[in-house]
């Protein structure tokens, strides 16, 4: 039986912030400022769940196989920022009555900072891209002028994330993002890019 614990989804939600990273148990629970016996314990049990891995020099990651706490973390995440224009950008967007899509949130605003508000959103189809946009202004109302809407296709994003040294949107959102909506659908590309 898989228990999932605040600790877990603590662990989860710093591991969520930047994909890329390797993270040391040590550097966990400084960062989140818990002793390190039960982070090291917490950290155990994801990885006998699958939900992390640890690499030869005892570092862990996020595996992209069983993605519920990579998903639960990421909405705790979104309830945790305080920036109320966000919020509402999300509950906008998840209002959007079409298929499966993610709405990603990234650059500077991801950690408050800044006034540009940059969204990337991911749709299955390329050729949807031209309504999906007018969908999207339609549902944001004066929203839309504050915010740098970039919509791709999930294909872009593969093309994206194989040219791992090349500066582009999906890099730099594995780095630093918050996943407005449509977690699942995200992760889903992340499982299919990582595991074939």
């Not at 662990?11 to 040590?26: A, F, G, P, V, Y």
């Not at 950290?43 to 639960?72: H, R």
């Not at 999300?90 to 298929?99: G, M, P, Y």
Request: glycine share 2%.
């Amino acid at each position: 039986m898989k228990v999932i614990t605040t600790l877990s989804i603590r662990i989860m939600e710093e591991i969520s912030r930047d994909l890329t990273k390797k993270w040391s148990i040590n550097l966990l629970s400084k960062i989140i400022n818990k002793h390190y016996r039960p982070v090291h314990a917490a950290v155990q049990s994801l990885i006998t769940q699958k939900f992390l891995a640890k690499n030869q020099n005892n570092l862990v990651e996020a595996v992209f196989k069983n993605t519920l706490l990579l998903e639960l973390a990421e909405k705790q995440r979104l309830t945790k920022h305080n920036s109320k224009e966000i919020k509402i950008i999300a509950e906008k967007l998840s209002r959007i009555k079409t298929s499966f899509f993610s709405a990603v949130l990234f650059g500077s605003s991801v950690n408050k900072k800044g006034n540009d508000i940059d969204i990337l959103i991911i749709i299955p189809d390329s050729e949807k891209i031209t309504d999906f946009q007018k969908q999207a202004e339609e549902i944001l109302g004066s929203f839309y002028s504050k915010t740098d809407l970039n919509i791709v296709s999930e294909k872009s994003c593969y093309e994206m994330l194989n040219t791992p040294n090349q500066l582009n949107v999906m890099n730099e959102i594995m780095k630093n993002h918050l996943i407005l909506t449509g977690a699942e659908s995200f992760y889903n590309i992340l499982k299919r890019w990582k595991n074939g």
